[in-house]
């Protein structure tokens, strides 16, 4: 059974920090890649972070990089996103996804998550 969960969600201050967490059914997760995609109201959705399966590589897009950090322990079959110094343009839905890394951009993507809302006051 195919399954992505992401606890972790919530409403913390500008400044803050948070960590989201995707679990991931281990027949989807070994070998894949994972990542985040953020979707704000009004707005399409994004790409913020992805690794490789191997854990060896990490990609942001600008907007995060250096207050956001994706990793994974493939031991538990697990992906965070560690966020620090929060920013209120940061508020969205973040979803959780495998798929396949390439370039630094996901060129194919297989599953997603439910989402998680995210809120970050001022």
């Known amino acids: 059974q195919v399954q992505l969960e992401e606890p972790g969600g919530g409403l913390v201050q500008a400044g803050g920090s948070l960590r989201l967490s995707c679990a991931a059914s281990?027949?989807?997760?070994?070998?894949?890649?994972m990542g985040w995609f953020r979707q704000a109201p009004g707005k399409e959705r994004e790409f913020v972070a992805a690794?490789?399966?191997?854990?060896?590589?990490?990609y942001y897009a600008d907007s995060v990089k250096g207050r956001f950090t994706i990793s994974r322990d493939n031991a538990k079959n697990m992906v965070y996103l560690q966020m620090n110094n929060l920013k209120p343009e940061d508020t969205a839905v973040y979803y959780c996804?495998?798929?396949?890394?390439?370039?630094?951009?996901?060129?194919?993507?297989?599953?997603w998550g439910q989402g998680t809302q995210v809120t970050v006051s001022s």
């Open positions: 690794i490789r399966w191997s854990g060896g590589s990490t």
């Open positions: 281990e027949s989807i997760f070994r070998s894949s890649d």
């Open positions: 996804l495998t798929g396949v890394v390439y370039g630094g951009r996901f060129r194919r993507y297989d599953y």
